[in-house]
T-cell receptor
Framework: GAVVSQHPSRVICKSGTSVKIECRSL??????MFWYRQFPKKSLMLMAT?????????EQGVEKDKFLINHASLTLSTLTVTSAHPEDSSFYIC??????????????FGPGTRLTVL | EDKVVQSPLSLVVHEGDTVTLNCSYE??????LLWYKQEKKAPTFLFML????IEKKSGRLSSILDKKELSSILNITATQTGDSAIYLC???????????FGAGTTVTVRA
């Protein structure tokens, strides 16, 4: 149980275009999902916390208008990188807060999306 | 601001060796410390520690938390090449679901 999927797993786009990444909790409802960014050989940096039905909470230094987050249902959150530039190239990982029966600290990670902006 | 520091940043060992990874934290209203293993994709959960001095074990991996020293260690005994990965430590504080990650320790196990 507690599986999180991400789509697509890999995307290459041209500079200036927008890219949407989906994160789904497959077998549980996730009221809270998280979006992380990871640079090569670096740790995960939390970008934003996404709550179902409300606006996302962004970490300091993360541009809200650049990284649009929508958490429209209890099983789906999307991250849209708008007007992507080469510096946005990175590995984006989502996670979902586990089922209510589990620990609030427990998060289940998706497999990640490798974004390359040319 | 919450801070998690891991050491060493990387290490190379031979199969059969024992590895000890360190994680220290400065977190407001600390709640839990978590260890993850990351191979090519997303991190997979290893342990969550909330109580000091109680060792958690899973096969050849074990971990313990020291709240007095604000630290934790992750041990891997009889290492195998499949243990090669980045090991991430994360802590939660006031927001019990917000994970602050360390930079990770890259472990390479040579045959």
């Amino acid at each position: 149980g507690a599986v999180v999927s991400q789509h697509p797993s890999r995307v290459i786009c041209k500079s200036g275009t927008s890219v949407k990444i989906e994160c789904r909790s497959l077998d549980f409802q996730a009221t809270t999902m998280f979006w992380y960014r990871q640079f090569p050989k670096k740790s995960l940096m939390l970008m934003a916390t996404s709550n179902e039905g409300s606006k996302a909470t962004y970490e300091q230094g993360v541009e809200k208008d650049k990284f649009l987050i929508n958490h429209a249902s209890l099983t789906l959150s999307t991250l849209t990188v708008t007007s992507a530039h080469p510096e946005d190239s990175s590995f984006y990982i989502c996670s979902a807060r586990g089922p209510p029966s589990g620990s609030p600290s427990e998060q289940f990670f998706g497999p990640g999306t490798r974004l390359t902006v040319l | 601001e919450d801070k998690v520091v891991q050491s060493p940043l990387s290490l190379v060992v031979h199969e059969g060796d024992t590895v000890t990874l360190n994680c220290s934290y400065e977190v407001t209203n600390f709640r839990s410390l978590l260890w993850y293993k990351q191979e090519k994709k997303a991190p997979t959960f290893l342990f969550m520690l909330t109580s000091s001095g109680i060792e958690k074990k899973s096969g050849r991996l074990s971990s313990i938390l020291d709240k007095k020293e604000l630290s934790s260690i992750l041990n891997i005994t009889a290492t195998q090449t499949g243990d090669s990965a980045i090991y991430l430590c994360a802590a939660t504080g006031s927001n019990d679901y917000k994970l602050s990650f360390g930079a990770g320790t890259t472990v390479t196990v040579r045959a």
